[in-house]
């Protein structure tokens, strides 16, 4: 079986000494874990309905529902109520029991944070999946046999609406015997836009860059150039504490700017905070430093979108509407 790759070469792997000097530096750390990022009140029964354009929903860490193409679309759904010894901090955005049909599960990587089988196995419908080279075998072991693998840069078409897989920069691993044996990456979602090329004042639904989880690198600027007008970036900023264990994997929220400013999207989401803790910084030093580089990179408000967990966003045209903001 082949050992997945990043794109400037194998990932690095820490060593013994790496996670002896993190684990004596967290000791010395106090932290404030006392925000809960907020949730929202809306009713679960609105997304049984087709949006008019497109419609985001943040569930929680890296999982969100996009309901846009006459899809309902999940990316690395996760339900669960821990992660290793620690409890969830901020329960779901929506209960997995009020979620419509899902067509289509995006999967980024295999770690257990973005890949739970008990939550997939509950959804309902008869969602395909796609998912990264190496990890087809996998599903169908669980019992799940509607997969679809998918190479870097390789796309595959769903009722008109084009899903890419695209590098990141991470690595996988779920047992001892499986390191990168399965390939990791991100997701650009393109709806068809046939219907609106002779009306271009026609409302129509965001091309959307899920980014997974990804440290900073080149590919960010090649996704861009792939992929101009991207409309939305849904951008990883947590678990980058301390950051020179951390920062091969994972983005820093000044980092995520700048991948996102690398992308060239219209506006920036936040994702990958909150839910569990991977790593000592805590959802608010997340969001305050991300708030400090927007401003420090001079863009404007209406660009970064911070939803509350379960709130339903509306694309109205090119814009999302009826959402938080910073």
């Known amino acids: 079986m082949p050992r997945y790759e990043n794109m400037?070469?194998?990932?690095?792997q820490p060593t013994y000494r790496d996670m002896r000097n993190w684990w004596k530096e967290r000791r010395g750390k106090m932290k404030d874990m006392s925000f809960r990022v907020p949730s929202a009140q809306d009713d679960p029964a609105r997304l049984q309905v087709a949006p008019k354009t497109a419609r985001l929903v943040w569930v929680g860490h890296s999982t969100f529902l996009l309901q846009l193409g006459g899809l309902t679309i999940l990316t690395d759904p996760v339900w669960a109520e821990r992660m290793g010894f620690e409890r969830r901090l901020t329960p779901p955005g929506i209960a997995i029991g009020d979620l419509p049909d899902i067509d289509v599960?995006?999967?980024?990587?295999?770690?257990?944070?973005?890949?739970?089988?008990?939550?997939?196995?509950?959804?309902?419908?008869n969602p395909?999946?796609?998912?990264?080279?190496?990890?087809?075998g996998l599903f169908k072991r669980k019992g799940l046999h509607r997969v679809q693998e998918l190479a870097w840069w390789d796309n595959h078409a769903v009722a008109g609406v084009t899903f890419t897989f695209v590098p990141?920069?991470?690595w996988t691993r779920r047992t001892l015997w499986d390191m990168n044996r399965s390939h990791w990456g991100g997701w650009v979602i393109e709806p068809d836009l046939t219907d609106t090329v002779d009306e271009p004042t026609a409302e129509r639904a965001p091309t959307i860059y899920f980014a997974g989880d990804s440290g900073y690198f080149a590919g960010f600027s090649e996704i861009g150039r792939r992929f101009p007008g991207i409309?939305?970036?849904?951008?990883?900023?947590?678990?980058?504490?301390?950051?020179?264990?951390?920062?091969?994997?994972?983005?820093?929220?000044?980092?995520?700017?700048q991948a996102f400013l690398d992308?060239?999207?219209?506006?920036?989401?936040?994702?990958?905070?909150?839910?569990?803790?991977?790593?000592?910084?805590?959802?608010?030093?997340?969001l305050d430093r991300l708030f400090a580089a927007w401003e420090k990179a001079g863009l404007e408000k209406d660009r970064l979108l911070v939803p509350k967990l379960g709130e339903l966003v509306e694309?109205?045209?090119l814009q999302p509407s009826a959402c938080s903001r910073c």
């Open 128 to 136: 395909l999946h796609l998912v990264p080279e190496g990890t087809a």
């Open 105 to 125: 599960v995006l999967l980024s990587h295999g770690h257990y944070d973005h890949l739970h089988f008990a939550s997939l196995k509950r959804l309902k419908g």
């Open 315 to 317: 694309w109205d045209g």
């Open 168 to 170: 990141a920069q991470h």
């Open 263 to 286: 992308v060239g999207a219209q506006t920036f989401v936040p994702m990958h905070y909150g839910a569990f803790r991977l790593a000592d910084d805590t959802p608010r030093e997340a």
């Open 231 to 257: 409309g939305a970036a849904l951008m990883p900023i947590g678990a980058y504490e301390p950051e020179w264990f951390m920062s091969p994997q994972h983005v820093s929220p000044e980092e995520a700017v």
């Open 8 to 12: 400037d070469g194998p990932p690095k």
